[in-house]
């Protein structure tokens, strides 16, 4: 079955984004493969804000091209949305889209989505590419959760340019 | 001169404990050398609630035998404290300690203690055992912070039995 991956960058001290929805502190490390990263995707998973951050910052589209995208919300309306599916029933979209075939599915965030997608059991991996910084303040990668997770390393990777550590977990 | 190297256990989402102080997520990796972690340091410092929970744990001492500890607080009294120098003023009795010659400097919490000293510019490294799980909530390695930090990977190991991973940083 195709998995829910939660895919982000993180600071060291667990934001995904700075106290503003920043995201300068984020450095392009010329030695990550994105567009292989990306290949390994063909579904996209927003909540709502950050959607609308995605939209604001290409002045358009939230999602991306080549990428079915689902944005999570009880108050966007689909007609605000050209180029995505709204949906406002989350455990039923995302449990329909795991028993659909294809490649796997990218849980973009923010941190509210993962904290809903992860309490209904329905995420399946987490990468986080820790950048060498320390926010003090942000956008949490996981808002307070009703549970708590156990999780397995399966693969990790120094970029020794930017200092950025990927980690990959399985959720168990 | 000797570092002041914060050096904790952290859950993936960035608490060093659970939300009623628990250590219990904190696995004991067989091949982590602590006795050798434990040999490149001489001084502890630690907040007050650090101090106490130690304290408690313990059964009597907060400190560590073979450790000069620090501890800081305004409310505590040097009686109420056998095994540590009660401190109310972080930025002297630190600032002192880092022009002494001796080992290094083990911060060894909380995050609140963290916080100041960071502000204050006195924090040279910081080394974090990262554990496997999603806490959903705790205490925080970091609470928001007056300002951030940009770090330097110095060096990383991975401890395949428990999927640990030990990142240390230079603080820029």
New interface residues.
Partial sequence: MRRVRYSVAMS???YIAGPKGEFD?IPMDPDIDFGALLKEFDTLLMGRKSYEAAQKQRGGGGAMPGMQAYVFSRTLRQADCRDATVSADAKATVTALKQKPGKDIWLFGGGELF?SL?DLGLVDA?Q?G?V??????GL???P??????????TS?K?YEKT?T?L?T?AVR
């Fill in positions: 060291l001290d667990g502190w904290k992860l987490v986080l820790i060498p910084v320390l926010l003090g303040g949490p990668m996981l307070s959760a009703a549970r708590s997770a156990k999780l397995e390393l990790h120094v200092g550590v980690l977990y």
